[in-house]
């Protein structure tokens, strides 16, 4: 148990909708990141936000939106979905940033999240 | 984009035997990182590499960081079946927290 968790664990929804995904990062943590893993984009990563602020941007759709809230849990909001964005999300956390010399602060990945667009 | 293209793509072994993988990149990186992943689960650190030449153990799992800092490899010894999984490997790209992953290696262990 990484102590990185998500909701739903799975998710079943049309083309068109909008979901809601949600991760709560380990007590202490204050970065959180989202990626998509896909059959053949693999693992992307989408976005970073530390201590309520966006911090790094990846491959994310415009239709695609995220926030961290005040007390450190993350939202992404997927919207008029797609068959092709049914994939595996997860969420990781770290302490930090990163040190300055770029230094990597381990990430911790939650379970994920089953999204799957009929 | 920085892209990071890992061999083979999956592994047919025997229990006991030892496995090697490993993880090329077009462009330089400071840290590579291997994971495990577990079906149903998220990636989970393995190995962290964070210099030139480095050679690090977790048990027995034992990753090189290449000289050229474009290369890695990961080397499991006598497998178990617990071993089995998919293996990423992944390195910061464009930033020390974004994290770019290989393709993954699915290794299967027949008992």
Not at chain 1, 1 to 28: E, F
């Amino acid at each position: 148990d990484s102590g990185v968790t998500q909701t739903p664990k799975h998710l079943i929804t049309a083309t068109g909708q909008r979901v809601t995904l949600r991760c709560s990062p380990r007590s202490g943590d204050l970065s959180v990141y989202w990626y998509q893993q896909s059959l053949d984009q693999g693992l992307q990563f989408l976005i970073q936000y530390y201590n309520g602020e966006e911090r790094a941007k990846g491959n994310i759709l415009e239709r695609f939106s995220a926030q961290q809230f005040p007390d450190l849990h993350s939202e992404l909001n997927l919207s008029s979905l797609e068959l092709g964005d049914s994939a595996l999300y997860f969420c990781a956390s770290s302490v930090g940033i990163g040190t300055s010399g770029g230094g990597y602060n381990e990430q911790f990945f939650g379970p994920g999240t089953r999204l799957t667009v009929l | 984009g920085q892209q990071l293209n890992q061999s083979p793509q999956s592994m047919f072994i025997q229990e006991g035997e030892d496995v090697s993988m490993n993880c090329t990149s077009s462009s330089i990186f400071n840290t590579w990182l291997w994971y495990k992943q577990d079906p149903g689960e998220g990636p989970v650190l393995l190995i962290a590499l964070y210099k030139a030449g480095e050679l690090t153990s977790n048990g027995r799992l034992t990753a090189q960081f290449g000289i050229t800092r474009k290369d890695s490899f990961l080397n499991i010894s006598a497998s178990i079946p617990s071993d089995v999984g998919i293996y990423f490997c992944a390195g910061p790209g464009g930033g020390a927290q974004k994290l770019v992953f290989g393709q993954g290696t699915r290794l299967t262990i027949n008992p």
